[in-house]
């Protein structure tokens, strides 16, 4: 039991390494005290900093259709509230995808990787930046505003279905999420009604096996990967 709780203590760590790696990211990047931010990188593990990125693009040189036309998207991730508007759209940096092993919850004698959460660092289009987390959460540093969001819901053939889709199945899938709690200051995600991350790549399941022994280690498995996110809304 008690090494049980010592292997929960580490997850936990590691996950708290991984955020305080995207806070030394946002420093070098000028949102943070930049003094601070090297000790907090020195602190890491240093396997904690051996993913690094394959290379990104902000929003305005992806090339990446634009967002307010929405026909260009599944039908399944366009947004729905009405009245809405593209308040920001960033895109990853440095992003994970971070998994677990845990026990199967569809095959009792078997084991599989669990998404536990996101760490991902994103650029706006106004080189302004945003820390996306577990929740999922986006905090805008530029004015200290966060939202909370859950995957958005979509009726296809009158059945009532996750909002996302997978035009590329080596990918994670494309995203609507609607906010559910609105946090911090009242910046401007204080604003934002729903969230699409859109044009993925990466962050799938981890190839590498997950068995007993992994799963009795709490194994945890960062993927990298790069999207783009739309924060819709309202302006007044």
């Known amino acids: 039991m008690k090494s049980i709780k010592q292997l929960s203590i580490m997850k936990r760590l590691l996950l708290g390494a991984l955020s305080l790696l ?3 990211l946002l420093a070098a990047c000028g949102g943070y005290d930049q003094t601070t931010a090297t000790s907090v ?6 396997k904690a900093l051996i993913y690094a990125p394959q290379g990104y693009s902000t929003s305005k040189n992806a090339n990446y259709p634009d967002p307010t036309d929405q026909s260009a998207l599944p039908e399944s991730v366009r947004v729905t509230a009405k009245g809405e508007t593209v308040l920001l759209r960033a895109a990853v940096v440095e992003g994970y995808q971070i998994y677990e092993c845990q026990p199967s919850t569809t095959d009792s004698s078997g084991f599989a ?6 760490f991902a660092f994103l650029k706006t289009d106004a080189n302004t930046n945003i820390l996306h987390s577990t929740g999922p959460s986006w905090l805008y540093t530029q004015d200290g505003s966060e939202i909370r969001a859950a995957l958005g819901k979509f009726t296809a053939n009158g059945k009532v279905v996750p909002a996302s889709a997978t035009p590329d199945t080596t990918t994670i899938a494309w995203l609507r999420l609607d906010v559910t709690d ?3 200051n009242a910046g401007l ?3 934002v009604d ?7 790549h990466g962050g799938k399941v981890p190839a590498s096996g997950c068995n007993r022994d992994a799963a009795n280690q709490h194994v945890i498995q960062p993927v990298s ?3 783009e996110y739309v924060f819709w809304g309202h302006k007044g």
Do not use: F
Not at 41 to 46: C, K, V
Not at 195 to 200: D, I, N, P, S
């Open 22 to 24: 995207a806070i030394g």
């Open 225 to 227: 990967y790069t999207a």
């Open 194 to 200: 729903q969230v699409q991350r859109l044009y993925t």
């Open 189 to 191: 995600m204080s604003k």
């Open 41 to 46: 990188q020195n602190a890491l593990p240093q």
């Open 113 to 118: 990787w669990k998404l536990q959460a996101p």
């Open 182 to 184: 609105h946090r911090g």
